[in-house]
């Protein structure tokens, strides 16, 4: 169904240590998301952009999360400085005829 | 803000019976996606649709944009289709952002 590549599928980090997740999208979707997905199914947008460029972003990322999508490279998204609260599931998708999800990488913060 | 209610929350279906999800949309919404969540916990993407109906095997969707509802109908249900399906849909004038609902665990029993 997808092929949006999402690594590392499990990712464990103590709290104030840096965690960084990799996405890989579909070949010729140029719009790449993340979302948090928490353990009560709850789905929240964090950021996204477009060639490069991010388009939108929520409070909370442009504090502690940064992200990029190089040319020629996977996109990613990395928490600067780890929080509890951070545990969750982050997918990311692309943008085709609606959107196409990766496996996602779990991220527990101890 | 945007926000999808989706119902039931979960339901339990006997193998060869059928029954509809709904989501209703208290914005004025472009488009909607359904997913199914495999046991893998990946997002299948089951339909997109920016109106109307779609229809794929024993499952179809239907949205209706001015009434602000979509509904997933699922016939003669097969174990396998157990799982949670989530709908998911773009407010109107974005194409970026992707609000869901939160979720119907569906089982189905021998």
């Known amino acids: 169904n997808s092929k949006v590549i999402q690594t590392p599928r499990y990712l464990v980090k103590g709290q104030g240590q840096k965690a960084k997740m990799r996405c890989i999208p579909e070949k010729g979707h140029p719009v790449v998301f993340w979302y948090q997905q928490n353990k009560n199914n709850e789905f929240k947008f964090l950021i996204n952009?477009?060639?490069?460029?991010?388009?939108?972003q929520i409070d909370m990322t442009e504090k502690r999360f940064s992200a990029e999508c190089p040319s020629n490279s996977p996109c990613s998204l990395e928490i600067q400085s780890s929080e509890a609260g951070d545990s969750a599931l982050y997918l990311c998708a692309s943008r085709g005829q609606g959107k196409y999800f990766g496996p996602g990488t779990r991220l527990t913060v101890l | 803000g945007d926000q999808v209610e989706q119902s039931p929350s979960a339901l339990s279906l006997h193998e060869g019976t059928g029954s509809a999800l709904r989501c209703n949309f208290t914005t004025t919404m472009r488009a909607v996606q359904w997913f199914r969540k495999n046991s893998r916990g990946s997002l299948i993407n089951l339909f997109y649709?920016?109106?109307g109906t779609k229809e794929n095997g024993r499952l179809k969707s239907a949205f209706d944009s001015k009434e602000r509802y979509s509904t997933l109908h699922i016939r003669d249900a097969q174990l396998e289709d157990s799982g949670t399906y989530f709908c998911a849909a773009e407010p109107s004038g974005s194409f970026n952002k992707l609000t869901f609902g939160a979720g119907t665990r569906l089982a189905v029993c021998p």
């Open positions: 952009f477009q060639n490069q460029e991010v388009l939108q």
């Open positions: 649709l920016a109106s």
